[in-house]
């Protein structure tokens, strides 16, 4: 049986609310929801169980703006019980050995310019679930060092 191709994805989230520890504890699974914007939510629709996603820290401060770890879609697509909206299931893969910042993803080298412009993260910095070229994700896996 042949393996379907894998996507990637970016996850984006304030450490304040829900930060890479938090996704960490309690075996690493977690529900990915409260998501609004109707591009995110087709986004959260488009993932498939073994789709891989980069964790990004969003906000200010110094230890924001980064992508931090990658978790994987453990649950596809589901609607929430109390009606409130929906929601996949990711569970903890790793934490890069070095996060990867969104000045670092803006400068990067060895990837075609383009892709890096029309990437969602640089194109539209407010989307908080975005697909994720293969090229791309693997230069920031790659500047990152790999997961711990």
Request: charged share 30%.
């Amino acid at each position: 049986m042949k393996r379907k191709a894998a996507h990637y994805w970016l996850l984006k989230t304030e450490p304040k609310e829900w930060s890479w520890d938090d996704q960490s504890k309690n075996g690493g699974i977690s529900q990915w929801d409260g998501v609004k914007n109707r591009q995110a939510i087709n986004n959260l629709k488009a993932m498939t169980v073994s789709d891989l996603c980069f964790f990004y820290h969003s906000g200010s401060g110094p230890t924001n703006r980064r992508v931090v770890g990658v978790v994987e879609v453990v649950k596809p697509w589901y609607e929430c019980e109390d009606g409130s909206g929906c929601a996949v299931d990711v569970k903890s893969v790793g934490e890069l050995k070095k996060p990867v910042g969104l000045k670092e993803i803006k400068e990067m080298n060895g990837v075609n310019p383009r892709i890096v412009k029309e990437f969602a993260l640089v194109r539209q910095p407010r989307l908080s679930v975005a697909p994720v070229d293969r090229e791309i994700w693997e230069k920031i896996f790659e500047m990152g060092g790999g997961c711990l």
